[in-house]
C-alpha cells in the first residue's frame, strides 16, 4: 500500500499506520509503567497518534474533506486524554487531571458541534451519538482526581467501610484534606489489603495506589502503613 495522496483522498495505509503506532505506544505503557513510573507519559504521545489516525480514517471512509477544518479538534481532545491518563499514575497537581479531561471533553463536543452543523450525512448521523457515548462515558472519569476536594465534600456523601455518612469526616487539623478516594485506600489499608488487592479492588494500577498512599503520608505526616491508620483514628477518620 503507497502513501500517496490520490483523487482528494488519502490511502487508507496513512491512517492505520498512526492507529498502529498508538497501539505500540499504549502497549508499552501498560507493559512498563510498574517498572518505570516515567512510562505513563507515553499516554500522551500515544493519544496524539491515536486523534491523528480517527482524523485521516474519518476522511479516508466518508471522503468528507469539508470535515478538514474542524477535524482538528479531535487533537485536543486527544491531548487532554493523555494527560487525563498520564495524571494518575504521575504526582501531579489535581488541575493537570482536570484540565486535561476538560481539553478531552470539550475537544469531541466542539467537534460534535460543528459536525451535526457543517459536516456532511455521515457526520451528523454519528455526531449525536459521539455526544451520548461521551455523556455515558462521565461515568467512569477519575471525579476523585478531578473535581475539587470543597465541591466533592458538599455535592456527594463520603463512602468510608462500605458505610455512607451524611457529613464527611473532620479534617480540620490536617492542613490538606484527604480526597474522597484517599479515604477509600485508607479504609483498605486499615483492612490489610497490600497496594495490588486495592488496586484490583478499586480497578486503578497499582503505581496510582502507591501515589495515593504517599499523599497519605504527606497529609497525616506520617511515613508508614501503621502510622497512618492510627492517625487517622486519632483524628477519626476511621472507626476504632
Known amino acids: 500500500m503507497s502513501f500517496i495522496l490520490l483523487d482528494g483522498a488519502l490511502n487508507i495505509a496513512l491512517p492505520l499506520v498512526f492507529l498502529v503506532l498508538a497501539g505500540i505506544f499504549f502497549i508499552v505503557t501498560f507493559a ?8 505513563s507519559l ?3 504521545p500515544g493519544a496524539l497518534l491515536a486523534a491523528f489516525g480517527v482524523i485521516f480514517l474519518l476522511n ?4 468528507d474533506w469539508k470535515s478538514w477544518a474542524y477535524a482538528w479538534l479531535l487533537l485536543v481532545a486527544g491531548i487532554g486524554v493523555g494527560m487525563g491518563l498520564a495524571s494518575r499514575a504521575q504526582s501531579w497537581h489535581p488541575w493537570v487531571a482536570r484540565t486535561g479531561w476538560g481539553l478531552a471533553l470539550g475537544g469531541i463536543t466542539f467537534f460534535c458541534v ?5 459536516g456532511g450525512l455521515f457526520i451528523q448521523i454519528m455526531a449525536p451519538i459521539l455526544l451520548v457515548i461521551a455523556g455515558v462515558s462521565l461515568r467512569w472519569l477519575p471525579w476523585d482526581s478531578i473535581l475539587p476536594d470543597s465541591f466533592r465534600r458538599r455535592q456527594q456523601l463520603t463512602t468510608i467501610n462500605g458505610k455512607e455518612s451524611p457529613e464527611p469526616p473532620n479534617q480540620s487539623s490536617l492542613v490538606e ?5 484517599e479515604l477509600e485506600v485508607l479504609s483498605l489499608v486499615d483492612a490489610g ?3 495490588q488487592e486495592i488496586a484490583a479492588k478499586l480497578n486503578i494500577a497499582a503505581s496510582t495506589v502507591k501515589t495515593h498512599i504517599n499523599n497519605i503520608y504527606g497529609k497525616l505526616g506520617v511515613q508508614t502503613r501503621v502510622q497512618a491508620v492510627n492517625r487517622a483514628r ?3 477518620l476511621l472507626e476504632n
Not at 60 to 63: A, D, E, G, L
Open 60 to 63: 479516508v471512509v466518508t471522503n
Open 114 to 118: 460543528f459536525g451535526a452543523i457543517a
Open 234 to 236: 486519632e483524628l477519626g
Open 193 to 195: 489489603f497490600s497496594n
Open 32 to 39: 512498563t509503567r510498574e517498572k518505570w513510573k516515567w512510562a
Open 177 to 181: 484534606p484527604l480526597s474522597s478516594r
Open 42 to 44: 507515553l499516554f500522551i
